[in-house]
Nanobody, 128 residues
Framework: QVQLVESGGGLVQAGGSLRLSCAAS????????MGWFRQAPGKERDFVAA????????FYADSVKGRFTISRDNAKNTVYLQMNTLKPENTAIYYC?????????????????????WGQGTQVTGSV
């Protein structure tokens, strides 16, 4: 069992930045591939970014490439999502997730069902 707790959300003006954190506890964090998803009101939960536990490879949704950066600190059992140049349409609840299986293939990492554990989410609101 892995417990995930997100933090760092808030209200930010368009063009601003936020860094989300996801603290993990329970089983060995470093053995899990980690991802971030977001869910806007009335919409499905969408993939944002993922990072491999074995080689640190990172993957991003096209909509956030060049603006968001995912990273992890295995010593602190924490994964981060640095979000820059935020837009109002980035408003959503952001979720951290852990996956035992590979996220090397887009059809897996983009699918919420590929992840085994989820945090409770943190609200990010971008204002105009």
């Amino acid at each position: 069992q892995v417990q995930l707790v997100e933090s760092g959300g808030g209200l930010v003006q368009a063009g601003g930045s936020l860094r989300l954190s996801c603290a993990a506890s329970g089983r060995t964090f470093s053995n899990y591939n980690m991802g971030w998803f977001r869910q806007a009101p009335g919409k499905e939960r969408d993939f944002v970014a993922a990072i491999s536990w074995s080689d640190g490879n990172t993957f991003y949704a096209d909509s956030v490439k060049g603006r968001f950066t995912i990273s992890r600190d295995n010593a602190k059992n924490t994964v981060y999502l640095q979000m820059n140049t935020l837009k109002p349409e980035n408003t959503a609840i952001y979720y951290c997730a852990a996956a035992r299986g590979t996220l090397e293939y887009s059809e897996r990492r983009n699918n919420a069902a590929s992840y085994d554990y989820w945090g409770q989410g943190t609200q990010v609101t971008g204002s105009v």
